[in-house]
C-alpha cells in the first residue's frame, strides 16, 4: 500500500530533551515536506527536500532541523524542543511536478512540558 | 507572497442539505493549482478536490464541487446531499505551478452536520 508513515503519533516531552520525528514514504517521491498545524493558522510549512541531500527552509525553520541521506526517509528534529514546538506535525511527498498530488502522513502530535 | 483566507470558522448544515464553503487567495501568478482537504477528527489529511488554474471548467468529484472564480480568486467547495461522515475541518490550499511544491493553507473551516 502506497503511505507516508510518521513516527510517533503521539509523544510527551520536557523542554530540552532532544527528539526526532521520523517520516518514511514507498511511493520513490523526490519530494518531501514538514508542515506544523496549529489552530486557526492552519498548515505552515518548516521544511522540504526537492531530492537527496537537497533540504532548504520553509516559512517556519526556528528551532527545527531535518536531514535527507535516503530517498524515502526526511525525519524532522528538535534538538531542544520548547513548549511553543507544541503542535501537530505532518509530512508529506509527492512526485517531482507542478501537476503530482501531494500526500500526507497521518500526523505526530507532539506536547513539550 | 500567497495569502489563503477562508473566512467561515464554523458551518453548520442539515443532513441532506447543500453547503457552500469559502474560500479566498491573493496572488499575482497565473499558474497555480487550488485544493480542498478533509480532516476529520482522526487528523489525516484527505484530498477532496483540486482545480488548475488554466482550466475554465470547473472541478467535481460526486457529492464535491467547487466555484472557481479565476479574476475575483476565490474558490468555494459545495458540498451536495451533506451527509454526517461529512463533519469535518475542511481547509482550502493553494499551490504555485513554479515553485517548491509548497502548499500555502487557509486557517480552516469547521463544518457541523446536523442528524
Known amino acids: 500500500e502506497a503511505q507516508v508513515t510518521q513516527n510517533p503519533r503521539y509523544l510527551i516531552t520536557v523542554t530540552g530533551k532532544k527528539l526526532t520525528v521520523t517520516c518514511s514514504q514507498n511511493m520513490n517521491h523526490e519530494y518531501m515536506s514538514w508542515y506544523r498545524q496549529d489552530p486557526g493558522l492552519g498548515l505552515r510549512q518548516i521544511y522540504y527536500s526537492m531530492n537527496v541531500e537537497v533540504t532548504d527552509k520553509g516559512d517556519v525553520p526556528e528551532g527545527y532541523k531535518v536531514s535527507r541521506k535516503e530517498k524515502r526517509n526526511f525525519p524532522l528534529i528538535l534538538e531542544s524542543p520548547s513548549p511553543n514546538q507544541t503542535s501537530l506535525y505532518f509530512c508529506?511527498?509527492?512526485?517531482?511536478?507542478?501537476?503530482?498530488?501531494?500526500?500526507f502522513g497521518p500526523g505526530t502530535r507532539l506536547l513539550v512540558l | 507572497a500567497q495569502t489563503v483566507t477562508q473566512s467561515q470558522p464554523e458551518m453548520s448544515v442539515q443532513e441532506a442539505e447543500t453547503v457552500t464553503l469559502s474560500c479566498t487567495y491573493d496572488t499575482s501568478e497565473s499558474d497555480y493549482y487550488l485544493f480542498w482537504y478533509k480532516q476529520p477528527p482522526s487528523r489525516q489529511m484527505i484530498l477532496v478536490i483540486r482545480?488548475?488554474?488554466?482550466k475554465q471548467q470547473n472541478a467535481t468529484e460526486n457529492r464535491f464541487s467547487v466555484n472557481f472564480q479565476k479574476a475575483a480568486k476565490s474558490f468555494s467547495l459545495k458540498i451536495s446531499d451533506s451527509q454526517l461522515g461529512d463533519a469535518a475541518m475542511y481547509f482550502c490550499a493553494y499551490r504555485s505551478a513554479h515553485s517548491n511544491y509548497q502548499l500555502i493553507w487557509g486557517a480552516g473551516t469547521k463544518l457541523i452536520i446536523k442528524p
Open positions: 482545480q488548475e488554474a488554466y
Open positions: 508529506a511527498s509527492q512526485l517531482a511536478g507542478g501537476r503530482e498530488t501531494q500526500y
